[in-house]
């Protein structure tokens, strides 16, 4: 009991501490501190009445956790654990089964697998819904719980309940887990006919810097266009979607702003380079797996004139978040603004439109007609005929190329 009260006078010490602090300034505030008050009083009440005794660092974590949940989807409360599984992610290698998930309209669904992952392997696709993780219903579960139970030591068995977006229909997917390997930039050849290919799984740290390595070979093998694959590309670093949008755009030409609760609008501009690759048609390719920076660099480039989309509507995450240190190791995850293309629309929820639409899949039919040259031998070069929208893009990339030279003749 003592121990309990000792904790108590602490809560309430803090409550009144903080009231004199500043949080007592204004009507608002006072009535945020009618709250706490009440809070408190909740808390009195568990720690006398509730069945277990439970320490006050899980009424505290629980709590937290609680509040950043109902703020929105992406808002999180970290445990020490959880912060810093999440630095280990951030650096590019961790275990798991390569997928990025978020909660949307209460439900545990797929943003994008990951390439050549076991996600991506089993077949899983954005939009999915895990309905159970080894038969326990995830309704109601939070992101660093779904995290916790997908990720475990490689070679370890876990199956998925999945609804799938596209069929609705319930399939148990079994997945070995596996160390996952992100690799920024997947594949850069040339195509045919001088166009270009780069395909972006993610936005890390050096992937701008990976990119002009990119690019650079491509121009030593007679680069005229570009194709750029954002597929499944669920973002990352902010800084690092500018960087890229950077080497296509004028100086001074906005890419993205922000709009948050505290501070003016922010503009992000193109930089200023010794490179920059701004006479060059471009293609992009984007679906239900573009999220985040994928969207704010297919938006900045086609509202600069610079690009044409072609594929899918894309995620609509266009929130940003930013990570908090707490003093005991914890974080939190808060969401603290919102993305905005140059042109002032919002990507959050909306997602972008491409100007061209063209599904992933085709029927039979137009397989045949499309892929009769495959009858031939296939090799690692060839196999992007395969894919229909990238054969697509290569039509429509062909014609700016004509435009282009005409342009230049006249």
Known sequence: MKKRVVFLLIVLWAIIFSYKMGLGFGKEK????????????????????????????????????????????????????????????????????????????????????IEDTPAWNAGIKAGD??????????????????????????????????????SKDLEDIILMRDIINIKDIKR?????????????????????????????????????????????NPGGLLSSAIDIVSRFTK??????????????????KSQTLAKKYLDIPIVVLINKGSASGSEILASALRENNRAILLGEKTFGKGSVQTIVPLSDGSALRLTTSK????????????????????????????????FEELKEERSEESDYRQDYQIIRALDLIRGLLVLSEKQQGT
């Open 129 to 166: 819904v895990i309905i159970k993780i080894e038969g326990e219903l995830t309704k109601g579960i939070t992101l660093n719980d779904a995290v916790k139970k997908m990720r475990g030591k490689p070679g370890t068995k876990i199956t998925l309940t999945i609804l799938k977006e596209e």
């Open 251 to 268: 100086e001074e030409e906005i890419i993205v702003s922000t709009k948050s609760r505290n501070e003016p609008e922010k503009m992000y």
């Open 30 to 113: 006072d009535e945020l501190y009618k709250e706490l008050e009440i809070f408190s009083e909740g808390l009195a009440v568990i720690e006398k009445e509730y069945v277990e005794d439970k320490s006050a660092q899980d009424l505290i974590y629980g709590a937290m956790e609680g509040m950043l949940m109902s703020l929105d989807s992406y808002s999180q409360f970290l445990t020490p654990d959880d912060y810093k599984n999440l630095l280990v992610e951030t650096g590019g290698k961790f275990g798991g089964l390569g997928i990025e998930i978020t909660i949307r309209d209460g439900l545990l669904t797929v943003v994008s697998p």
């Open 339 to 370: 993305y905005y293309t140059p042109d002032g629309k919002s990507i959050h929820e909306k997602g972008v439109e491409p100007d061209i639409i063209v599904s992933k899949l085709i029927n039979e039919d137009a397989k045949k007609d499309v």
């Open 188 to 232: 850069a050849i040339i195509l045919e006919d001088n166009i270009g290919y780069v395909r972006i799984a993610e936005f890390r740290e050096n992937t701008a810097i990976d990119l002009d390595k990119s690019l650079l070979k491509l121009e030593k093998d007679g680069l005229k266009a570009l194709i750029i694959d954002v597929r499944n």
